[in-house]
């Protein structure tokens, strides 16, 4: 009596290959999309940032907010806290390399005088000596975000009243931990 034998599986069956195939491509186009999504998000401000700004955004080792008062046509920093362990930094972060957070419509004209200027985030790198990026920020008026040391300002729009909340939460000494919405 002879026994009925199963195929030895040396070449790929029709079905099974089409279907690994459909998954391989599926992949590769979720993460083509993937991609181009997280870049639609994000050029604006790493256009406006620059790529070292914008790395030192997101991964700075220590922060710093400052507050800012004018000298003569500069601004200088006159009080300085470490935040880096601040609650709600993360969101912070996120938020400021986002482009949906800021109005990119509104033309900055002519520079901001310095009294314009009242906080400031400085990013550390890992030696911590000089801050490799600081944002100024026009909190209290018209709302504006630049690069010291670069040209252009961008308007907060809707990160502007979480910013500003968590900005307080800081100066009361309360834990900073600010809504999500805006951040």
Not at 48 to 74: C, H, M, N
Not at 137 to 150: H, R
Not at 157 to 169: D, F, Q
Request: net charge positive.
């Amino acid at each position: 009596m002879e026994t009925k034998r199963a195929p030895s599986g040396g070449g790929p069956t029709g079905a099974g290959s089409r279907v690994v195939l459909a998954m391989v491509g599926l992949a590769a186009t979720l993460a083509v999309f993937a991609v181009w999504f997280q870049w639609r998000q994000t050029h604006r401000c790493l256009a406006f940032y620059g790529p070292t700004v914008a790395e030192a955004i997101r991964k700075a080792p220590r922060v710093e907010v400052w507050d800012l008062q004018p000298s003569g046509d500069r601004v200088r920093a006159m009080r300085t806290r470490d935040i880096s362990t601040a609650a709600g930094l993360v969101h912070l972060r996120h938020g400021l390399v986002e482009d949906a957070n800021f109005s990119w419509r509104q033309e900055a004209a002519a520079p901001l005088p310095p009294a314009a200027w009242d906080r400031g985030l400085a990013f550390f790198d890992a030696e911590g000596s000089t801050p490799a990026a600081v944002l100024a920020i026009d909190a209290e008026g018209e709302g504006w975000l630049t690069v010291v040391g670069q040209p252009g300002r961008i308007g907060l729009g809707r990160i502007r009243r979480g910013l500003h909340a968590w900005l307080a939460g800081l100066d009361a000494g309360q834990p900073a931990a600010a809504p999500r919405a805006g951040f």
